[in-house]
């Protein structure tokens, strides 16, 4: 005997996500089905609408449903400044500290020589046409991971975008709020001490 | 801003399953957009089946598409014996090791004096009819798992079930297979020295 039909698809399904497996899977798909009716159609539902409704904005590329996106057609942001971000969900953690008032833009990637990404196969191509028909633009801030592949990406922007004059900065390496001296990694002391800041 | 509405909503839904937090519901959550349209749909169509399509077995309480279920229905099982289980899961678990050849009865959980869960909360008094109503049957087999609710729920079916001199058994207890006796956790232990058997 197996699983009845439904909740083999289902385990299936969960199977597709991320980070779980068959047991996880198993477990999600039995709760699911004593799970409040209204709950688990509202699940398919977001589903769905997720991949109907939803688009990237033809100018950040960041997700939206309405192209372009709301902070694209947002005037009152600082036109002169683009942050430039790896995922979308980026933008939303930036949105989040509500200390960003400029653009974004979205590079759904990072360059990684090792699994074959290069700048064609991220949005580089779109940043820089955007920077030339736009000459508000006065910085753009690289807010690309502090990962190897996040750093060569950030410095790969700058080396194309500083010619044109436009400033290009990053976000500042050094130790998280909180955090413990001791416990620290090497080169997150070694950031912290070159980015020094007069007290 | 805020996320696109059908993100948040897919995010809050993810956050409804077991161990499912903020964090993870949104990596998931994004995950899925960037998924294969057709596997997003197939999840959603799932969830819905799961719902609309599974029911309970009007006999053993086991998830179905019909009822009565395919072990239910299916009379070249050996009809003299049910093992009785916490969960529907624990019937597909019963069934993959293929040794089993019986009937079943899901209780839908444990007695559980702390949660307030009694013999009325829980699939009992139709295990109980069903043996009144049924003179085939001579042997139950409590296969709740080994945890002290699992342990009294089996004690209480013993105590119930016995009277009517249907014999009532137990899922023996001991080393799991490939287990050190050194990492073994002394209740085991000393239950495998209280079951040992003759070799």
């Known amino acids: 005997m197996q699983y009845p039909e439904p909740i083999a698809k289902l385990i299936e399904s ?4 991320p980070g779980i497996g ?13 799970m409040n009716n209204q709950d688990v159609m509202d699940f398919a539902d977001a589903l769905k609408q997720t991949k109907e409704n939803l688009k990237y904005c033809s100018i950040c590329g960041n997700l939206t449903e309405e192209d372009p996106c709301e902070i694209c057609r947002d005037k009152s942001r600082d036109q002169s400044t683009i942050l430039v971000v790896e995922q979308p969900k980026d ?16 590079l759904h990637g990072v360059l990684s020589p ?3 990404i290069g700048p064609e196969d991220i949005n580089v191509s779109s940043l820089i046409k955007r920077l030339q028909k736009n000459d508000e633009v006065k910085e753009v801030i690289v807010a690309t991971n502090a990962t190897p592949e996040g750093e060569s990406t950030a410095m790969y922007l700058s080396k194309l975008i500083r010619p044109s004059g436009i400033k290009v900065t990053r976000l500042a390496r050094g130790l998280s709020m909180g955090a413990d001296i ?18």
């Open 22 to 34: 068959n047991k996880t899977a198993t477990r999600l798909a039995f709760y699911a089905v004593d």
């Open 114 to 116: 090792i699994e074959g």
């Open 182 to 199: 001791e416990y620290a990694d090497e080169m997150t002391l070694f950031k912290a001490v070159e980015g020094r800041t007069e007290i």
């Open 14 to 17: 969960f199977m597709k996500l």
């Open 91 to 106: 933008v939303m953690v930036m949105e989040k500290i509500q200390q960003y008032h400029g653009l974004y833009h979205v």
